[in-house]
């Protein structure tokens, strides 16, 4: 069965980091584009970022571009969000997803950003 | 970037009876490759997004038949035969053919 499962959210204060993982079994995540979604509270579904296959290629959306990164390690079925100098608007759910929409969704992973 | 509209925004529906939700991208959503990357994702009160429906039409593993997709260009539909109690959430369509964007979402109601 495919999965993709998220980790790493948490309570962290405004201008802190905090580093995302989204493991993947049941399918290889290296034949794949693959993207960060988010969803604050009561609200749609945000793209924030995608990467391509070997991870030579990144897009970001505006709200984050100079703040995270995306990354990807294939090796260990793995990808990553190094989310810096958060902001209070950067709290929400934060989903790994292929790009392509043909994949499951994970449950995602909080993150709070608040004193 | 690839704007999704979808409508109506809330759909209030009788149990047993159909709904349909439209989606329009602002742009083609067939790609270089000449698939088009539209699904549909269903997020019941409390859970995370689930996939419905990919690549327009394609359904899921373990989605209901009732389920349907059609659509090409940038018009879509999702089409839910006989709505059951189950089936009450937000429904999003999600484009994947330029970076990504996703509709607002069609709370979908019982009447």
Redesign the interface.
Same mark, same amino acid.
């Given at each position: 069965e495919e999965q993709l499962v998220e980790s790493g959210g948490g309570l962290v204060q405004p201008g802190g980091s905090l580093r995302l993982s989204c493991a993947a079994s049941g399918f290889t995540l290296s034949r794949h584009?693959m993207?960060w979604?988010r969803q604050a509270p009561g609200k %749609?579904?945000?793209?924030v970022a995608?990467i391509n296959q070997d991870g030579s290629e990144t897009?970001y959306a505006d709200s984050v571009k100079g703040r995270f990164i995306i990354s990807r390690d294939n090796a260990k079925n793995s990808l990553y969000l190094q989310m810096n100098s958060l902001r209070a608007e950067d709290t929400a759910?934060y989903?790994c997803a292929e790009?392509?929409?043909?994949?499951?969704?994970?449950? %995602?992973t909080l993150v709070i950003v608040s004193s | 970037d690839i704007v999704m509209t979808q409508t109506p925004l809330s759909s209030p529906v009788t149990l047993g009876q159909p709904a349909s939700i439209s989606c329009r991208s602002s742009q083609s959503l067939v790609h270089s490759n000449g698939?088009t +990357? =539209?699904?549909w =994702?269903q997020q019941r009160p409390g859970q *995370? *997004?689930? =996939?419905l429906i +990919?690549?327009i039409s394609?359904r899921?593993?373990g989605v209901p038949d009732r389920f349907s997709g059609s659509g090409a260009g940038t018009n879509f539909t999702l089409k839910i035969s006989r709505v059951e109690a189950e089936d009450v959430g937000?429904y999003?369509c999600?484009? &994947?053919t330029q970076?990504?964007?996703? &509709?607002? &979402?069609t709370k979908l109601e019982i009447k």
């Open positions: 584009w993207t979604v %749609g579904l945000e793209w995608n897009n759910i989903y790009s392509g929409g043909t994949r499951a969704w994970g449950q %995602g | 698939n +990357y =539209l699904s =994702l *995370p *997004p689930r =996939l +990919y690549k394609n899921f593993s937000v999003y999600m484009q &994947g970076l990504c964007s996703f &509709g607002q &979402g």
